[in-house]
C-alpha cells in the first residue's frame, strides 16, 4: 500500500524568500503528482513527474523527482501572496487512483 | 473542453432523503473517480470507473452507490446519509486508468443534517 508524506504540514513565509516543501513515498511510484487547494475550492493540477530526475517549472514553483530516493520536493522562489494556497503530493493513479499526503498549508506574508 | 463539471454544487439533505451527484466531463477520458474531502484533509478515493466498469471500490458503505450511464457521465447516488457523510466530493478523470494526470471537477459540497 502506497503511502505519502509531505513535509512540513503548515508553512508561514514572508513574501521574497525562498522555501522547499518535501514529499516521501513508501513504495516504487512511477509518477509523482502536485497539486494547489484554495480554500473551499478543487484541486489545480500543478504538475505531473514521470520519471526519475524530472525537474518542471511554472513561474515560481519548481518541483523535481527522484525515484531511487523516493523524495520529491516542490521548490518556491521568491514567494508571493498569491501563492498561498493547500499544496498536496500525491502518488499512484490509473486504476488506483491518487493516494494524497495531507497537505501543506502555506501562507505567505507581505 | 478541459473542463470536468459537478452538479449541484452545494446539497443539503436529510438523513431519510435520496439524492444524486452528477459529474460530467467530454474530454474522451474513460477513467472517472469519486473523491471524498473532509476539511482540512486530503481526498481520499471512493470509487473508480474504467471503461464505464467499476474496478474500485474502497470499501464505501452502501449508502454511496455509483452509477457510469457512460463514458462521459458519472453519479453518485446517496441514500439515508449520516452527518459524519458531510464532505466535499469531487470528481475527477484521466484518459485512462494508466497513471494518466488527473483532472478534477470543482466539487459538490454536500452537508447532511
Known amino acids: 500500500e502506497l503511502k505519502v508524506e509531505q513535509n512540513p504540514l503548515f508553512l508561514s513565509m514572508q513574501e521574497g524568500k525562498n522555501y522547499t516543501i518535501y514529499c516521501n513515498y513508501s513504495?516504487?511510484?512511477?509518477?509523482l503528482y502536485w497539486y494547489r487547494q484554495d480554500p473551499g475550492k478543487s484541486l489545480e493540477s500543478l504538475f505531473v513527474l514521470l520519471s526519475n530526475g524530472a525537474v518542471k517549472q511554472e513561474g515560481r514553483l519548481m518541483a523535481s523527482l527522484d525515484t531511487k530516493a523516493r523524495l520529491s520536493t516542490l521548490h518556491i522562489t521568491a514567494a508571493v501572496h498569491d501563492l498561498s494556497a493547500t499544496y498536496f503530493c500525491?502518488?499512484?493513479?490509473?486504476?488506483?487512483?491518487?493516494?494524497f499526503g495531507k497537505g501543506t498549508h502555506l501562507i505567505i506574508q507581505p | 473542453d478541459t473542463e470536468v463539471t459537478q452538479t449541484p454544487k452545494h446539497l443539503v439533505m436529510g438523513m431519510t432523503n435520496k439524492k444524486s451527484l452528477k459529474c460530467e466531463q467530454h474530454?474522451?477520458?474513460?477513467?472517472m473517480y469519486w473523491y471524498k474531502q473532509k476539511a482540512k484533509k486530503p481526498p481520499e478515493l471512493m470509487f473508480v470507473y474504467s471503461y464505464e466498469k467499476l474496478s474500485i471500490n474502497e470499501s464505501v458503505p452502501s449508502r454511496f452507490s455509483p452509477e457510469c450511464p457512460n463514458s462521459s457521465l458519472l453519479n453518485l447516488h446517496l441514500h439515508a446519509l449520516q452527518p459524519e457523510d458531510s464532505a466535499l466530493y469531487l470528481c475527477a478523470s484521466s484518459l485512462q486508468d494508466s497513471y494518466y494526470e488527473q483532472y478534477f471537477g470543482p466539487g459538490t459540497r454536500l452537508t447532511v443534517t
Open positions: 474530454m474522451g477520458h474513460r477513467a
Open positions: 500525491a502518488g499512484g493513479g490509473g486504476a488506483d487512483g491518487l493516494t
Open positions: 513504495t516504487t511510484s512511477d509518477r
